[in-house]
């Protein structure tokens, strides 16, 4: 039930950062200036820590979604679909670690 | 012994949907695992390689777009992800939005926000041009052998 939720409100999230992504993307059509402008934006801490939900919220919603193929594929991912909730939190935990490490690093300077 | 036949589901215009939602989440089911991979590699090149985001300005994308494998890359990845993403918000919208004319609005404004933004981004990634602007230190260094 939960991870329902999850799945529902990370993908309405993500939709709505890919019409933002690609309006922002095409300044590059406009000019060198205007998209390093606003991208330079997104270097911020602020940007910095929306940009780590945001990958928070795909890979979840990455996750989540292979769990639902494989609860619907197979009865023994049906019987362990509860330990596969873990499995998608624990996986989750291992990558948003380095991730946010190494991001979190270059937009608040040092590394 | 047969189950007996049951006659197809009619919407009110009188055409059959001929398994659309069959096929809408066929659809789901084989974008999402390419998206995953598509999507991760994308985040680990722009985000974690190198300086990070720090590094993302006009040049690195004139950089990435000289080879043709990034843009293949991005464009299936915007047609697959808007495609997944419009399906998805579709889905909600039926779910939620209760109201039949409040469902047509929305359905249409998802269509043509789905279409624009496919559209404008193919468009950038098939005219884009490195050597764009007047300022010689945003773009490329080969910009200056076309010069």
């Known amino acids: 039930m939960w991870m329902w939720v999850v799945h529902r409100v990370t993908g309405v999230a993500i939709f709505f950062f890919l019409l933002i992504h690609v309006l922002d993307t095409a300044l590059v059509r406009v000019s060198p200036e205007a998209y390093n402008d606003v991208i330079g934006s997104y270097k911020t801490p602020i940007y910095g820590l929306i940009e780590s939900g945001l990958v928070a919220a795909i890979l979840l919603h990455a996750f989540n979604g292979l769990r639902i193929i494989a609860v619907d594929r197979s009865t023994w991912a049906l019987r362990h679909q509860k330990q596969l909730v873990w499995a998608v939190w624990i996986l989750f935990a291992v990558l948003m670690a380095p991730f946010l490490w190494r991001h979190l690093g270059h937009v608040f300077g040092g590394a | ?147």
């Open chain 2, 1 to 147: 012994m047969t189950a007996p036949r049951l006659k197809e589901p009619q919407i009110p215009s009188g055409r059959t949907r001929h398994n659309a939602e069959k096929w809408s989440w066929v659809f789901m089911r084989i974008s999402g695992p390419l998206l995953l991979v598509l999507i991760v590699t994308h985040l680990f090149v722009n985000l974690m390689t190198g300086d990070g985001i720090n590094q993302i300005d006009f040049a690195f994308v004139a950089g990435k777009w000289a080879s043709p494998l990034w843009k293949i890359w991005d464009f299936v990845m915007l047609v697959l992800a808007m495609l997944h993403g419009f399906n998805g918000m579709r889905l909600l919208i039926n779910d939620y939005a209760h109201r039949a004319g409040l469902r047509k609005v929305l359905h249409a404004l998802l269509g043509i926000a789905t279409v624009v933004i496919i559209v404008l981004g193919s468009l950038v990634i098939w005219t884009f041009d490195p050597c764009l602007g007047t300022d010689p230190s945003l773009v490329p260094d080969f910009c200056k052998d076309l010069a």
